[in-house]
């Protein structure tokens, strides 16, 4: 007879501890100013976050946040290698994707501060970031949701010829859910330019995702159930990310199809700022901390022979930038109460309907 573990056992998981996947030196075919972007999207997304939990904790930040420190390197991996005109849906921890695509930074500090300059009028918000200039198609709060989404813009690229492919991210608790089945399967049979990514942090908020699954991979395990190859990368990697990335979505622009993607990484913090994350062993964490993808590329960078000093001056630009973002931020506008009668109906209003 099988029994049911009690509930004392859910938490009281042993420690997960990195493991690189993916063998990354010199010789991977990345371009030298493709690895200087790639380390500069990860200092943006850094400082920038850290500069918004700052923020947060002086009770600046409408809302509540959820931040990407430790898992900058997907962001800058899939960044550096798509297109212009391709499209990014994310999820609620969307900052570093909204980063990596172009965004300045200003209207998305001001954005998460609830300010007229913000990225849309302060009436989104941090899980809700949006810029269809740069390809951002949306932050989506509900798990899951966007999956459906990208494939409706895919399916515009396959129709139109345009070569565009649709990057979708989520979580690794996503794959607990039917529109990720139901998307992924929907993009094989059509053959749609989607990429699904799954950013597993190796936990779905605040529970363990290997305490819920079956399968030591819980997107890449269960590819072969949809014809698609088992793909899982150091998330913590940027080469190896951008490696990864550049193939998935040469083979979409070309007419081969989805990929389904999974990136392990690892938050350094809480599911969102409400949560101390206490329910992490504290090994798990400290081995996850060695391999913090910034300082690791750092080094990497170094070897590759690039100087310290150019490496610095990169750092301290975007530091500079940041709290210019803060300053133009903290010194915007609160929107007027007239806002919220526009942006609900296609006509830009809604007293129309009265």
Not at 109 to 122: C, K, P, S, T, V
């Amino acid at each position: 007879m099988t029994t049911m573990p009690s509930y004392e056992e859910y938490g009281n998981h042993p420690p997960v501890l990195p493991q690189p996947l993916n063998e990354t030196n010199a010789s991977l075919p990345i371009a030298p100013e493709i690895r200087v972007r790639m380390y500069e999207i990860q200092q943006q997304v850094r400082l920038f976050e850290k500069r918004a939990y700052d923020l947060f904790l002086k009770g600046l930040v409408k809302g509540t946040s959820h931040l990407s420190l430790g898992q900058e390197a997907i962001a800058a991996g899939f960044g550096a290698a798509m297109r212009p005109d391709d499209w990014t849906f994310a999820t609620y921890r969307g900052h570093a994707h909204t980063i990596a695509r172009g965004v300045p930074l200003t209207p998305i500090m001001a954005e998460l501060l609830g300010r007229e300059n913000g990225l849309m009028g302060g009436k989104g918000g941090s899980m809700h970031l949006t810029s269809v200039e740069h390809g951002v198609m949306g932050s989506y709060a509900i798990i899951g949701a966007h999956l459906c989404v990208a494939n409706g813009a895919a399916w515009t690229s396959q129709f139109n010829e345009t070569g565009q492919v649709a990057v979708a991210f989520f979580g690794d608790g996503t794959t607990n859910i039917g529109a990720f089945h139901e998307a992924v399967n929907f993009a094989k049979v059509w053959n749609l330019p989607t990429v699904f990514v799954c950013e597993n942090n190796l936990y779905m908020e605040y529970t363990s995702i290997g305490d819920v699954v079956p399968v030591d991979n819980p997107a890449a395990d269960r590819a072969s159930a949809y014809g698609l190859e088992s793909i899982v990368v150091d998330g913590n990697d940027a080469d190896a990310v951008y490696v990864t990335a550049s193939a998935a979505l040469e083979k979409a622009r070309t007419g081969g199809g989805p990929s389904l993607i999974e990136a392990r990484t690892y938050r350094h913090h809480g599911h969102s700022r409400a949560d101390p994350g206490t329910y992490r062993p504290k090994e798990e964490i400290d081995a996850w901390l060695e391999r913090d993808p910034i300082p690791m590329y750092h080094q990497r960078l170094l070897q590759l022979g690039f100087g310290e000093e150019q490496l610095t001056t990169i750092s301290q630009s975007v530091a500079a930038a940041v709290q210019t973002a803060t300053d133009e931020a903290t010194n915007g506008a609160l929107p007027d109460l007239s806002a919220i009668y526009t942006d609900v109906w296609a006509d830009g209003g809604w007293q129309w309907r009265n």
